[in-house]
T-cell receptor, first 111, second 113 residues
């Protein structure tokens, strides 16, 4: 119940395309759903986050879609660029302070 | 630069040994989190401290222990090391106890030979 399942494990997208990464959770106590971006040799950095009272949040080219009934959320990267090539982690946070991460998606955007 | 400092950056040791990883959080952040990152298991939550007190525990082995000191820096102690403990260990800090925004350090790469 504490797991967050992330897919796909890896993703290759052409420059200008849309990258979509999906996550699913079981624990309904989760109430904060962030996405982190990690470049090689660096620690993850917060990209965008959403709470379950909204269905979508957009920041620039990055959008989170949230489906509370299905217990799923996804990250959409519009107009993907080679500089977006990184590993993306979804995460979920509950009131018990446990910050659980998905297994990560390696995104490669081809020039 | 996240403002979180982890030392050392790399650590090579032998099985059965004990090592200490150190983390200095961002100035003013009271929460410290420790994560283990391996290729096949992503980011595994180990433990969280807030202002010196343990707040949450994840899949941390009994051979591992951590603490947060009065100056808010934290140490992760790994003992009786096994080959499978080889991984990247991250520390993250947050300004609040719930930690909605985590600031990660650059990690300590541990290699157990």
């Amino acid at each position: 119940q504490q797991q967050v399942k992330q897919s796909p494990q890896s993703l290759i997208v052409q420059k200008g395309g849309i990258s979509i990464i999906n996550c699913a959770y079981e624990n309904t106590a989760f109430d904060y759903f962030p996405w982190y971006q990690q470049f090689p040799g660096k620690g993850p950095a917060l990209l965008i986050a959403i709470r379950p009272d909204v269905s979508e949040k957009k920041e620039g080219r990055f959008t989170i879609s949230f489906n509370k009934s299905a217990k799923q959320f996804s990250l959409h990267i519009m107009d993907s660029q080679p500089g977006d090539s990184a590993t993306y982690f979804c995460a979920a946070l509950s009131g018990t302070y446990k910050y659980i991460f998905g297994t990560g998606t390696r995104l490669k955007v081809l020039a | 630069d996240s403002g979180v400092t982890q030392t050392p950056k790399h650590l090579i040791t032998a099985t059965g040994q004990r090592v200490t990883l150190r983390c200095s959080p961002r100035s003013g952040d009271l929460s410290v989190y420790w994560y283990q990152q391996s290729l096949d298991q992503g980011l595994q939550f180990l433990i969280q401290y807030y202002n010196g007190e343990e707040r949450a525990k994840g899949n941390i082995l009994e051979r591992f222990s951590a603490q947060q000191f009065p100056d808010l820096h934290s140490e992760l102690n790994l003992s009786s090391l096994e080959l499978g403990d080889s991984a990247l260990y991250f520390c993250a800090s947050s300004p609040n106890p719930r930690g909605e925004k985590l600031f990660f350090g650059s990690g300590t790469q541990l290699s157990v030979l």
